[in-house]
């Protein structure tokens, strides 16, 4: 069978998962709270929040549909591949002509 620990572990990982989902949900409601008050001068209609809700959780299960994991796989490489082309590249290639003196500080 499973041992405790195992299934502990694995109790522990879903409530943490449901937490960050529900402050996630929480979050996204208090950004449209937040616009509407600044738009509008009030606070969001009732029915926004329940909706709002509903189509944050059916995003969710979109996005694992398609493979979240890979997703994220191919966000990562690519957030990879862009602080490789606009930070270190530059500061390889201006970092040594600024301490040479070719090209001025400032």
Known sequence: GIDV??????MVSFLTF???AAGF??????RINSFYV????????AW????????????????????II??????YGNICWWFLATLVVPIWVIGPLVLKGVIKRG
């Open 38 to 45: 600044e738009r509008r001068g009030r606070d969001m209609p």
């Open 48 to 67: 926004i929040r329940p909706m709002a809700s509903v189509l944050g959780i059916l995003g969710a299960m979109g996005l694992a549909a398609v493979g």
């Open 70 to 75: 890979a997703l994220i796989a191919l966000g």
């Open 5 to 10: 620990l195992t299934a502990l572990y694995v």
């Open 25 to 30: 949900i929480h979050a996204l409601l208090e």
């Open 18 to 20: 449901g937490e960050t």
